[in-house]
Nanobody, 126 residues
Framework: QVQLVESGGGLVQAGDSLRLSCAAS????????MGWFRQAPGKEREFVAG????????YYANSMMGRFTISRDNAKNTVYLQMNSLNPEDTAVYYC???????????????????WGQGTQVTVSS
């Protein structure tokens, strides 16, 4: 079992940056692949980025590649999402998720993730 708590969301202007954090409880955090998803009003929850349990393997949705960076610090039980060049289409609730399976490559399907945080709101004004 793992509990996830996101932080770092807020209201920013187009072109700004934000860094989201996800703090995880539990000793087995370092064994989990981690992912970030987002959900805008009236839309499906979509994959943003994922990172393998050890960190070297990352995977991004096409629209985020080059703007977003996922990373993790297993010593701090924390995963991060650095978001640059934000635009209004990035407005959504951002969720952190944990996949307890021993993935070498992170998965993009939300159904592969067993644990979810409560989400943090990111709003980008034009």
């Amino acid at each position: 079992q793992v509990q996830l708590v996101e932080s770092g969301g807020g209201l920013v202007q187009a072109g700004d940056s934000l860094r989201l954090s996800c703090a995880a409880s539990g000793r087995t955090f370092s064994r989990y692949a981690m992912g970030w998803f987002r959900q805008a009003p009236g839309k499906e929850r979509e994959f943003v980025a994922g990172i393998s349990w050890s960190g070297p393997s990352t995977y991004y949705a096409n629209s985020m590649m080059g703007r977003f960076t996922i990373s993790r610090d297993n010593a701090k039980n924390t995963v991060y999402l650095q978001m640059n060049s934000l635009n209004p289409e990035d407005t959504a609730v951002y969720y952190c998720a944990a996949d307890p399976r021993p993935r070498v490559v992170p998965m993009s399907s939300r159904y592969e993730y067993d644990y979810w945080g409560q989400g943090t709101q990111v709003t980008v004004s034009s």
